[in-house]
């Protein structure tokens, strides 16, 4: 069976330090990845998506890039994090080329300060 | 593009009463449907979902849901609630073809029950 990771669980960052969050997928070959920020009130939104290595499709220009170095790894990162960073950061994956379910990993919760 | 409304964003019943969940979409094919669950600081958990077929589908957790293509609707229910279904739904429709297939998100109704 496939399972996703996300680590770390939590994470509290000063304004303007690094940031690096991972995903990973197991159990399943080239899935598409996603990065999603959830904020309150406001639902899920799509950050980023992967259709396979190297390949990053940017849905909200920000302060953040993604990257995927291998077939079922999934980074996003900052140079520098601002307040309006914070947020529960949620990865992804879905069957390439299917429309079937996505499937969510247990998410990463960011709190800058 | 495809858009999600979930008109309320809090409902609170109490335990053992019915749920009925709304959910509205614009999309201008038959869309993908689906509804996931959140619990408190956790990931999203499918719920259901809708492909084609029957418009009533069944999910877990004693869940249902109905797609009536007339309204661009596709309701959540459950006959009777339990303390434990207490978290965030959220609705979604998948569109779009091939590598432009995505999900969008409704804003999610938090669900409060009351014993």
């Known amino acids: 069976s496939q399972t996703i990771h996300q680590w770390p669980a939590t994470l509290v960052q000063p304004v303007g330090s690094p940031l690096s969050l991972e995903c990973t997928v197991e159990?399943?070959?080239?899935?598409?990845l996603y990065w999603y920020r959830q904020a309150a009130g406001r639902g899920l939104q799509l950050l980023f998506y992967?259709?396979?290595?190297?390949?990053i499709s940017s849905e909200v220009p920000q302060n953040l890039s993604a990257s995927r170095p291998q077939d079922r790894q999934f980074i996003l990162s900052s140079k520098k994090l601002l307040l309006s960073d914070s947020g529960f950061y949620l990865c992804?994956?879905?069957?390439?080329?299917?429309?079937?379910?996505?499937?969510f990993g247990p998410g990463t919760r960011l709190t800058v300060l | 593009a495809q858009s999600v409304t979930q008109p309320d964003i809090h409902i609170t019943v109490s335990e053992g009463a019915s749920l009925e969940l709304r959910c509205n979409y614009s999309?201008?094919?038959?869309?993908?449907l689906f509804w996931y669950v959140q619990s408190p600081g956790q990931g999203l958990q499918l719920l259901l979902k809708?492909?084609?077929?029957?418009?009533l589908v069944q999910g877990i957790k004693g869940f249902e849901a109905e797609f009536k293509r007339s309204q661009s609707s596709f309701n959540l229910r459950k006959p009777s609630v339990h303390w434990s279904d207490a978290a965030e739904y959220f609705c979604?429709?998948?569109?779009?073809?091939?590598?432009?297939?995505?999900?969008?998100f409704g804003k999610g109704t938090l669900l409060t029950v009351n014993p």
């Open positions: 159990g399943t070959s080239n899935p598409n």
């Open positions: 992967s259709v396979g290595i190297g390949q």
């Open positions: 979604a429709v998948g569109a779009g073809g091939g590598s432009n297939y995505k999900l969008t």
């Open positions: 809708y492909f084609s077929g029957d418009t």
């Open positions: 992804a994956w879905r069957k390439r080329g299917s429309t079937d379910t996505q499937y």
């Open positions: 999309y201008g094919a038959t869309p993908y």
